[in-house]
């Protein structure tokens, strides 16, 4: 099926849209905008925030300590996707904040909140605002005095955005915070713990099978965890898998911790790059041999199901849909697809060599910032792709086609590349497209 979609938008920094050609080394002229730069928000940003990841933590209640401006998001979301019985909001008024007073009001909210719970959480977390950040309070008092009267950990998060583009920005911090409750496991077992990525991975991955031809796992998820008991088995664990950069600052605090290493192997897509990862886990675990040939081939299959229905429809992925957006584009166009935009504002350091080859095979494949001031004026009148892989990306060209792949959710290996691939498939071959809109809707995203 031929394209349709026609890119007439303006190119250049000015314009948050620049050819990978033309960024060369200079890529801060896109990427790594500072906390300082006026950020523009599409209606499809959002997704997993700082309150959504921590309550993964299972039997957990979270006390949100903020203006209400600062909370009013969260609080929206927290009904929006079911959580709205697990979340508590203390706001505070200025002269609360320029008094220091609102530490007296915690004082008084968590015994009230302890008392009239059920069932009883078996953790709590306060999670505080950056203004937090600015008047640097010390809860380690308030923290032990809560944990001596209760006898359940309390830990405190932050949802502080002025730390992003920093080297603990608000999702490795939450995640790393949420692991602190973890405590040292009697003794080690074969299976292997899975941080950074929000759900599970997907139960037909071919890891779960390669790792038990070697003697080892199964792979556990927090998400896997439906008690604070089950969650404590993830101290157990033979190693860390970190899959997504969320996870990084957890996994080096559990290696402090507890002991347990890691080793950092973020989604991939292309062949390379998957083999890579393999190689790291192989040697993480001790020169262990992991196979992926079936898979490989089955991803092969997947590519040629969806080359069949797509033809040369022109693609947008965005970073929405994974952390690995230029080599999922990278595979893509190794393929024979026609990927013609990337919608990414960082490149991360794992994504480099993707986005040199793109650079060298792909020159006039445009790189676009999400956040770019420019976005809130010039979303396109008519599609500048045909179909999207991400929401972000579904939005800021228009297409008509967005494939609902999200945050790498169930994704790992040459299964997750066949996964986007059939997923691709089936959102082109829809004789009626789902709406962005109600995908949004539905998927719990709120601005």
């Not at 991975?201 to 779960?208: F, G, I, P, R, T």
Request: aromatic letters at 6%; a negative charge; charged letters at 20%.
């Amino acid at each position: 099926m031929s394209g349709t979609a026609r890119d007439d938008a303006p190119l250049g920094a000015a314009h948050g849209r620049v050819r990978i050609a033309d960024l060369g080394a200079d890529t801060g002229r896109l990427f790594d905008e500072g906390a300082g730069c006026l950020h523009y928000c599409a209606p499809t940003h959002g997704g997993w925030g700082v309150l959504r990841t921590a309550l993964l933590v299972p039997e957990m209640y979270v006390l949100f300590v903020c203006p209400a401006a600062c909370g009013r998001h969260g609080a929206i979301a927290a009904f929006e996707q079911g959580q709205k019985d697990r979340v508590g909001y203390l706001c505070i008024e200025d002269d609360e904040i320029v008094l220091g007073s609102y530490e007296d009001e915690i004082r008084k909210t968590v015994p009230l909140l302890m008392e009239r719970l059920a069932p009883r959480p078996k953790a709590f977390m306060i999670v505080v605002s950056c203004i937090d950040d600015l008047l640097g309070t010390d809860y380690a008092p308030m923290v032990a005095d809560f944990e001596a009267a209760h006898g359940i950990p309390f830990r405190v998060g932050r949802m502080n955005p002025i730390t992003m583009g920093s080297g603990l920005p608000p999702q490795r911090r939450i995640q790393r915070d949420m692991y602190d409750y973890l405590v040292p496991a009697p003794e080690r077992d074969g299976s292997i713990g899975l941080i950074g990525p929000f759900l599970p991975l997907h139960a037909e991955s071919e890891l779960h099978g390669m790792l038990a031809r070697a003697g080892l796992g199964p792979i556990r998820h927090i998400g896997d965890c439906a008690t604070f008991a089950e969650f404590q088995r993830l101290a157990a664990v033979r190693l860390n898998l970190v899959t997504r950069p969320e996870g990084i600052a957890a996994a080096e605090t559990l290696q402090k911790t507890l002991g347990t290493p890691f080793v950092i192997a973020p989604v991939a897509f292309s062949e390379a790059a998957i083999g890579a990862r393999y190689a790291a886990i192989a040697a993480a675990l001790g020169g262990v041999t992991l196979d992926p040939s079936a898979a490989r081939e089955e991803a092969e299959r997947a590519a040629t199901r969806a080359h069949a229905v797509v033809g040369d429809r022109t693609l947008a992925i965005d970073s929405t849909a994974t952390c690995s957006p230029f080599d999922l584009s990278r595979a893509l166009i190794e393929r024979g697809f026609a990927v013609v935009e990337v919608v990414a504002h960082q490149l991360p350091a794992h994504e480099r060599p993707a986005f040199d080859w793109l650079a060298a095979n792909a020159p006039d494949l445009i790189i676009s910032s999400p956040i770019h001031p420019a976005r809130s004026w010039s979303r396109p009148d008519r599609p500048t792709a045909d179909i999207a892989i991400g929401f972000s990306a579904g939005y800021l060209t228009a297409a008509p086609v967005t494939v609902p792949i999200s945050f790498d959710e169930g994704l790992f290996g040459f299964h997750g590349l066949a996964t986007v691939l059939d997923a691709l498939a089936a959102s082109a071959a829809a004789a009626r497209p789902e709406a962005l809109e109600d995908m949004v809707r539905a998927y719990g995203l709120v601005v």
